[in-house]
């Protein structure tokens, strides 16, 4: 036998053994004309599956081509890296699991909500007005450092997982107490860490959902794998924190939604917005009525002379309106700008593409985007030690959750309770009634009538007093009035004075619990 024949075959099948389980894996992924041409000079020989022109609409000066490619995965980490650094933007390209997938991505989309868009009408001014003074930038900062702690957030890595892990719980501390508010993790097959879903169940008009998010991942150049440096500080550990801000005046405030609100926490954005597409595709599968979606991604570096820019590219025209009238009308010291961001910057391009109202708006101009991110150098640090931009973000996402939550059609709530009493003060006598149980959006009004002078008080959660009340009406007789509106259910307390000796009646009508 020859040895050395035998030998050389058995080191060839060992070669090619090596060779299969080495292969590279092939991934689709579809992106714009800027990042097929980064993508064509990290790979010469890329050649596009197919490309298709997207008409032109407003905000997209120029038509745009989008292509499908069939490129290698460990490709994607220096695709995104020459998008930041030779275009000065995130994102670029969303990863499709099947080239069947990435075809049905070029296919134009349709508005699954044309016959029933929302109305923008701002009504809202007394809930909207009484919660914006209680955001504090302080708040968000504590989030920002918290969440930069983590020594990355990518998607396949453990402290990818435990970032995930810590949102889902600093948002049920938050929704501590709010039997109406749940948080749960929406699972990825395909890698290990999960999205955070909060939601916030409408009182009566459910049905309808608005939706404000952020990506809870980061990337870096700095390092691979478990030991990659990726604060993330703004890029976009602030969209979560001003998000969270939102979550917290909200149920700080007792603010109770008649749509249901989602806020969520997207996992691996930076390699693909896969995971807001996975959800985004199983709200369309499950036909859930989206009636608006904001994406925040990135809200803390101030890089342009106007506060907040309005992404006008891949998003809705009347929603980004909506938007702008928000700001002017709530925070008219905020200078609003619009920009252009191509194709798949962010989230937002997940929910537009099953043909959801999008919105996206971004702390600068294109052109002028923080240069730190995707760098080891991404910190609460580099943003000057504070979150005062990223507090904007949060008052104009606060505004724009409870205009859309508070609408909608209104169903028959329960009826009002009326309860009458009669009876006899005497001089300084002082009778007490009560609680009264009034449900949240509802009002408690009080009418007397009779002879003398007797006076009325009412306050809420405790009994009142002479001295301290909510609500008093001490006339020189006995027809007295009192009315308070609650946001929230609560108890209410009545108290009647005889200033002198009375005969009285007395009527309280209240929306119930």
């Given at each position: 036998m020859n040895y050395k024949i035998l030998a050389a075959l058995l080191c060839s099948s060992m070669i090619a053994t090596s060779a299969v389980e080495a292969a590279p894996k092939k991934v689709w992924i579809t992106l714009g004309d800027a990042a097929y041409l980064q993508l064509q000079?990290?790979?010469?020989?890329?050649?596009?599956?197919?490309?298709?022109?997207?008409?032109?609409?407003?905000?997209?000066?120029?038509?745009?081509?989008?292509?499908?490619?069939?490129?290698?995965?460990?490709?994607?980490?220096?695709?995104?890296?020459?998008?930041?650094?030779?275009?000065?933007?995130?994102?670029?390209?969303?990863?499709?699991?099947?080239?069947?997938?990435?075809?049905?991505?070029?296919?134009?989309?349709?508005?699954?909500?044309?016959?029933?868009?929302?109305?923008?009408?701002?009504?809202?001014?007394?809930?909207?007005?009484?919660?914006?003074?209680?955001?504090?930038?302080?708040?968000?900062?504590?989030?920002?450092?918290?969440?930069?702690?983590?020594?990355?957030?990518?998607?396949?890595?453990?402290?990818?997982?435990?970032?995930?892990?810590?949102?889902?719980?600093?948002?049920?501390?938050?929704?501590?107490?709010?039997?109406?508010?749940?948080?749960?993790?929406?699972?990825?097959?395909?890698?290990?860490?999960?999205?955070?879903?909060?939601?916030?169940?409408?009182?009566?008009?459910?049905?309808?959902?608005?939706?404000?998010?952020?990506?809870?991942?980061?990337?870096?150049?700095?390092?691979?794998?478990?030991?990659?440096?990726?604060?993330?500080?703004?890029?976009?550990?602030?969209?979560?924190?001003?998000?969270?801000?939102?979550?917290?005046?909200?149920?700080a405030g007792g603010y109770k939604p008649r749509r249901t609100l989602k806020l969520m926490g997207y996992a691996a954005e930076e390699v693909g917005l896969r995971g807001s597409q996975e959800i985004a595709k199983s709200f369309k599968a499950a036909n859930a009525n989206v009636v608006g979606v904001m994406q925040l991604d990135m809200t803390n570096y101030k890089g342009s002379d106007k506060d907040i820019y309005l992404y006008t590219d891949y998003t809705d025209n009347a929603q980004n309106q909506f938007v702008a009238n928000l700001l002017t009308s709530y925070l008219p010291a905020i200078k609003i700008g619009y920009d252009k961001c191509g194709y798949a910057c962010s989230d937002h391009a997940s929910w537009s593409g099953q043909g959801y109202f999008a919105s996206m708006p971004f702390e600068s101009a294109f052109n002028q985007a923080n240069p730190k991110i995707h760098t080891a150098n991404d910190t609460y640090a580099s943003s000057g030690n504070q979150a005062q931009h990223a507090l904007k973000f949060s008052k104009m996402a606060l505004a724009f959750m409870v205009e859309l939550g508070s609408d909608g059609p209104v169903t028959p709530g329960p009826a009002d309770k009326v309860e009458n009493f009669s009876g006899k003060l005497t001089l300084g006598q002082k009778q007490s009634f009560g609680p009264f149980k009034v449900g949240a959006g509802g009002n408690i009004s009080v009418a007397l009538s009779g002879t003398g002078d007797a006076d009325l008080y009412l306050k809420k959660g405790s009994a009142p007093t002479t001295s301290t009340f909510d609500c008093k009406s001490d006339g020189p007789n006995s027809t007295e009035k009192c009315e308070l509106s609650l946001s929230a259910n609560g108890d209410v307390y009545l108290l009647l004075n005889g200033y002198s000796a009375a005969d009285y009646t007395m009527k309280v009508t209240y929306r119930p619990q």
């Amino acid at each position: 036998m020859n040895y050395k024949i035998l030998a050389a075959l058995l080191c060839s099948s060992m070669i090619a053994t090596s060779a299969v389980e080495a292969a590279p894996k092939k991934v689709w992924i579809t992106l714009g004309d800027a990042a097929y041409l980064q993508l064509q000079k990290l790979a010469p020989k890329t050649i596009a599956k197919e490309s298709k022109s997207i008409l032109p609409q407003e905000g997209l000066l120029a038509m745009e081509r989008v292509h499908l490619v069939e490129v290698d995965e460990r490709q994607l980490l220096g695709l995104s890296e020459a998008v930041h650094h030779e275009l000065k933007r995130c994102g670029g390209f969303m990863f499709h699991a099947s080239e069947a997938a990435g075809r049905q991505a070029l296919q134009p989309t349709v508005s699954l909500l044309a016959a029933v868009r929302p109305s923008y009408t701002l009504d809202n001014q007394s809930v909207v007005n009484a919660l914006l003074p209680q955001m504090q930038d302080s708040n968000i900062a504590q989030t920002i450092v918290d969440l930069s702690a983590f020594t990355n957030r990518y998607y396949t890595s453990t402290s990818g997982v435990n970032a995930s892990n810590w949102i889902k719980t600093r948002w049920q501390q938050v929704a501590a107490g709010r039997s109406d508010i749940t948080v749960e993790q929406f699972t990825h097959a395909a890698w290990a860490q999960k999205s955070v879903i909060l939601t916030i169940k409408g009182t009566d008009n459910s049905g309808e959902v608005v939706v404000l998010g952020g990506h809870l991942d980061s990337i870096s150049n700095h390092g691979s794998g478990e030991s990659m440096l990726a604060p993330g500080a703004d890029d976009d550990a602030s969209g979560i924190a001003s998000m969270t801000e939102v979550l917290r005046v909200m149920v700080a405030g007792g603010y109770k939604p008649r749509r249901t609100l989602k806020l969520m926490g997207y996992a691996a954005e930076e390699v693909g917005l896969r995971g807001s597409q996975e959800i985004a595709k199983s709200f369309k599968a499950a036909n859930a009525n989206v009636v608006g979606v904001m994406q925040l991604d990135m809200t803390n570096y101030k890089g342009s002379d106007k506060d907040i820019y309005l992404y006008t590219d891949y998003t809705d025209n009347a929603q980004n309106q909506f938007v702008a009238n928000l700001l002017t009308s709530y925070l008219p010291a905020i200078k609003i700008g619009y920009d252009k961001c191509g194709y798949a910057c962010s989230d937002h391009a997940s929910w537009s593409g099953q043909g959801y109202f999008a919105s996206m708006p971004f702390e600068s101009a294109f052109n002028q985007a923080n240069p730190k991110i995707h760098t080891a150098n991404d910190t609460y640090a580099s943003s000057g030690n504070q979150a005062q931009h990223a507090l904007k973000f949060s008052k104009m996402a606060l505004a724009f959750m409870v205009e859309l939550g508070s609408d909608g059609p209104v169903t028959p709530g329960p009826a009002d309770k009326v309860e009458n009493f009669s009876g006899k003060l005497t001089l300084g006598q002082k009778q007490s009634f009560g609680p009264f149980k009034v449900g949240a959006g509802g009002n408690i009004s009080v009418a007397l009538s009779g002879t003398g002078d007797a006076d009325l008080y009412l306050k809420k959660g405790s009994a009142p007093t002479t001295s301290t009340f909510d609500c008093k009406s001490d006339g020189p007789n006995s027809t007295e009035k009192c009315e308070l509106s609650l946001s929230a259910n609560g108890d209410v307390y009545l108290l009647l004075n005889g200033y002198s000796a009375a005969d009285y009646t007395m009527k309280v009508t209240y929306r119930p619990q």
